[in-house]
């Protein structure tokens, strides 16, 4: 049981470069959302997902895209990556659960030069 | 605007007292609230939740309280280990299925 996956663990981009960031859940999880953390800006939520074919923006949604064809896959698109992009990018899921917890993945380390 | 704050980055406690970690928000619509632990390198973890129609939640050394009329929620650890020390952040879910998190408070237990 792998839970949240998250590929890359690190990244460099150039400025102007576009790249996705990968995430998958073998949970059969419904719910899925994209969180950056930047130093004390604790977790701001970029997108996230209630089903398949549902998205919705979050806080920052600027300069991301996110699609959501498959329960399991949630990528997230920088169209064209900015040094303000520069952060740790975390993707999560839960189910319908009565606590309502998300399960995060390990972290994508995004540097834009 | 920041809907749930933690204005403490910080907070260091001996092994063995309690660990008080604070929260405050400002959307009256949060229906439910939630505390997670992040450890470097890794994803934050959940530790506990609670509901808006209750005041108080336990699980273990963990206790979680809500103070709905001071829009408020604290987190108390006892006893705080060593193992405890980690960010916290405290988040909390609107109507929409959204669960927007604070800034973060780093606790150190000093052996």
């Known amino acids: 049981n792998a839970g949240v996956t998250q590929t890359p663990k690190f990244q460099v981009l150039k400025t102007g470069q576009s790249m996705t960031l990968q995430c998958a859940q073998d949970?059969?999880?419904?719910?899925m959302s994209w969180y950056r953390q930047d130093p004390g800006m604790g977790l701001r939520l970029i997108h996230y997902?209630?089903?398949?074919?549902?998205?919705d923006q979050g806080e920052v949604p600027n300069g991301y895209n996110v699609s959501r064809s498959t329960t399991e896959d949630f990528p997230l698109r920088l169209l064209s990556a900015a040094p303000s992009q520069t952060s740790v990018y975390f993707c999560a899921s839960r189910d319908r659960g009565a606590n309502y917890g998300y399960t995060f993945g390990s972290g994508t380390r995004l540097t834009v030069v | 605007d920041q809907q749930v704050k933690q204005n403490s980055p910080s907070l260091s406690v001996q092994e063995g007292r309690i660990s008080i970690l604070n929260c405050d928000y400002t959307n009256s619509m949060f229906d439910y609230f939630l505390w997670y632990k992040k450890y470097p390198a890794e994803g934050p973890t959940f530790l506990i939740s609670?509901?808006?129609?209750?005041d108080k939640n336990e699980d273990g050394r963990f206790t979680v309280f809500l103070n709905k009329s001071a829009k408020h929620l604290s987190l108390h650890i006892v006893p705080s280990q060593p193992g405890d020390s980690a960010v916290y952040f405290c988040?909390?879910?609107?109507?929409?299925?959204?669960?927007?998190f604070g800034q973060g408070t780093t606790l150190q237990v000093k052996p």
């Open positions: 609670i509901s808006s129609i209750k």
């Open positions: 949970m059969n999880h419904e719910y």
């Open positions: 997902s209630v089903g398949a074919g549902i998205t």
């Open positions: 988040a909390a879910k609107d109507n929409t299925g959204k669960l927007i």
